[in-house]
């Protein structure tokens, strides 16, 4: 099963890289690494927003089909994961912080724009 799990997100990676229209994700070195993503997802982000970004109800928002994620551009999600979201703010729909970084300050905004890649993937 994981064997094949791995496989789809290679098919699902290759088939984005292929046609996106040119809408790459870049970062100052180049082009950032969904794979790389994934990793730093499943590390990272996966306990709030759940396996294969479906979400946590409660917790974390689902990244599959979002329209947060399909509405901004890289630069506005680079700038959202730096800063988080307050359990207060008014945008804020689980009353959960997101905490700048996703609770983890060693990302940096190269792993930032890797997870922002990843992201990509979900909403084809």
């Given at each position: 099963m994981r064997r094949t799990a791995a496989a789809l997100i290679v098919l699902i990676l290759a088939l984005v890289a292929c046609g996106n229209d040119g809408a790459t994700v870049t970062t100052i070195d180049g082009a950032a690494d969904p794979v790389r993503g994934l990793e730093l997802y499943e590390t990272s982000c996966m306990a709030c927003h759940g396996v294969g970004g479906l979400g946590v109800e409660g917790l974390g928002m689902p990244w599959v089909g979002s329209d947060f994620i399909n509405t901004n551009s890289d630069a506005e999600l680079l700038a959202?994961?730096?800063v988080g979201r307050a359990a207060d703010d008014p945008l804020n729909t689980t009353g959960v912080a997101m905490?700048?970084?996703?609770g983890?300050?060693?990302?940096?905004?190269a792993d930032l724009m890797d997870l922002i890649a990843y992201m990509r993937t979900l909403n084809v």
């Open positions: 959202f994961l730096q905490l700048p970084r996703g983890n300050p060693t990302l940096t905004d």
